[in-house]
């Protein structure tokens, strides 16, 4: 990861903890990130550093306007005014990293088809945290071409329990 990555990440964490809510800030620039991945034209615009900042940042303004804290919506415009919206999605899950971290965690991405109940999360984390050792915050992607079941991701670690791998792997047995 550069430096510049982990810069803005670290500097994102120092605003939303001085802010003091850090859980929403986190949440938000998560599924703003997830959001501008999810969306080509949005990603080209917002990556493209030929356009004026100003433009950049209002499309940013548009997009949250009325939907995320104030905090959220300064940060990313930060990120995207500053030229780095191309790694919005790095910074942001650099951010998240180092949130989980500072808190003793290791982060596990999930990708589900559907959202995850708080049950469903809470008991994910405990069977996770007893496969790694480490306490383990969820960051939960909706991503219907998972189909069922769900794909978690820890560091370098895949553990894809998605319905496809499951039917992949019953036709390589049969």
């Known amino acids: 990861m550069s430096d510049h990555i982990t810069g803005y990440a670290q500097a994102l964490l120092a605003v939303a903890r001085a802010d003091g809510n850090l859980e929403t800030v986190k949440a938000q620039l998560a ?18 550093n030929t356009l004026p900042a100003a433009i950049r940042g209002q499309v940013i303004d548009d997009l949250l306007a009325n939907k ?3 905090t959220t919506r300064a940060l990313s415009g930060l990120i995207v005014n500053s030229g780095r919206g191309a790694q919005f999605s790095e910074i942001v899950n650099a951010f ?17 088809a559907v959202a995850m109940s708080d049950e469903q999360q809470a008991r994910l984390a405990k069977a996770l945290k007893a496969n790694t050792g480490n306490d383990v915050e969820l960051q939960v992607v909706i ?25 992949s792997k019953m036709r390589e047995t049969i």
């Open 143 to 167: 991503d219907p071409s998972v189909v069922g079941g769900a794909v978690t991701t820890i560091g370098d670690t895949v553990i894809d329990g998605s319905l496809r791998n499951r039917l």
């Open 31 to 48: 599924d703003v990130a997830a959001a501008i991945e999810g969306n080509e034209e949005l990603r080209s615009t917002l990556s493209n």
């Open 68 to 70: 995320t804290t104030d």
């Open 96 to 112: 998240v990293a180092a949130s989980a971290a500072a808190s003793g965690k290791t982060v596990a991405t999930v990708r589900t």
